[in-house]
């Protein structure tokens, strides 16, 4: 291989990288919003809260199925991805300003955004 076939190569890679996270944030927002809407008791109050805590679940994720190899679903994962996925949701309020949600909601936030999110097409885990 040429050095320019492996340097359009390198980035096209980059680039289908940077869309996949750019989707993933978009995606985690839709099913976020979606998810505070419905569970009472889960709030968040303005367009910036809800990217910072795209943000911050995704990240949140991503550290999880790094470390641990299990990702945070309510979904696919049983009830260890279950109870992972109401802990990253109740947690993320200690990083977002604008962004609460009580044990409660978080459960029952855990299971709305486990039937929104298989619901919207995306990469399923």
Same mark, same amino acid.
Not at 7 to 13: A, E, L, V, Y
Not at 39 to 54: D, E, K, Q, V
């Given at each position: 291989?040429?050095?320019?076939?492996?340097?359009?190569?390198?980035?096209?890679?980059?680039?289908?990288? +940077?869309?996949? $996270?750019?989707?993933? @944030? *978009? %995606?985690?927002?839709?099913? &976020?919003?979606?998810?505070? /809407?419905f569970?009472?008791?889960?709030?968040?109050?303005?367009?910036?809260?809800?990217?910072?805590?795209?943000i +911050?679940?995704? $990240?949140?994720?991503? @550290? *999880? %199925?790094?470390?641990?190899? &299990?990702?945070?679903?309510? /979904?696919?994962?049983?009830?260890?991805?279950?109870?992972?996925?109401?802990?990253?949701?109740?947690?993320?309020?200690?990083?977002?300003?604008?962004?609460?949600?009580?044990?409660?909601?978080?459960?029952?936030?855990?299971?709305?955004?486990?039937?929104?999110?298989?619901?919207i097409?995306?990469?399923?885990?």
């Open positions: 291989m040429s050095n320019n076939q492996t340097d359009t190569q390198t980035r096209s890679n980059t680039t289908n990288m +940077v869309w996949q $996270i750019v989707g993933r @944030l *978009i %995606t985690a927002a839709i099913v &976020l919003a979606i998810t505070a /809407f569970t009472p008791g889960f709030r968040i109050n303005s367009f910036w809260a809800l990217a910072a805590a795209a +911050v679940l995704t $990240i949140i994720d991503y @550290l *999880i %199925t790094k470390f641990t190899g &299990l990702h945070a679903s309510s /979904f696919g994962k049983g009830f260890v991805g279950f109870v992972l996925s109401a802990v990253v949701l109740y947690v993320t309020q200690y990083f977002v300003a604008g962004y609460t949600v009580s044990w409660v909601a978080a459960i029952i936030g855990a299971i709305v955004y486990g039937v929104v999110d298989y619901f097409p995306g990469e399923q885990q």
